[in-house]
């Protein structure tokens, strides 16, 4: 279920729906905390994560547009 879950993950991630993606992580990363046996597949889901969020915050900030010397969004 785990590697199901981490696999649309992918999917949403390489679509560029971040959003869809980080929550399907968050789900899988659920899963793979009620089984020991996949470690690697947490510190993999784990890094993704902080990639993501890294991500947004960039499209965040690219967000804004400077006109006439002020920000705006």
Same mark, same amino acid.
């Given at each position: 279920?785990?590697?199901l879950l981490f696999m649309d993950a992918? *999917?949403?991630e390489n679509r560029g729906d971040? =959003? %869809?993606a980080v929550i399907a992580y968050e789900n899988a /990363?659920? %899963?793979v905390n009620k089984s020991r046996f996949h470690g690697h /597949?947490?510190?993999k889901i784990m890094e993704k994560l902080k990639l /993501? =969020?890294?991500v947004r915050t960039y %499209? $965040?900030?690219q967000a804004f547009v $400077? *006109?006439?010397d002020s920000w705006i969004n």
């Open positions: 279920m785990a590697m992918t *999917k949403a971040y =959003q %869809e /990363l659920c %899963e /597949l947490k510190i /993501l =969020q890294t %499209e $965040r900030d $400077r *006109k006439d």
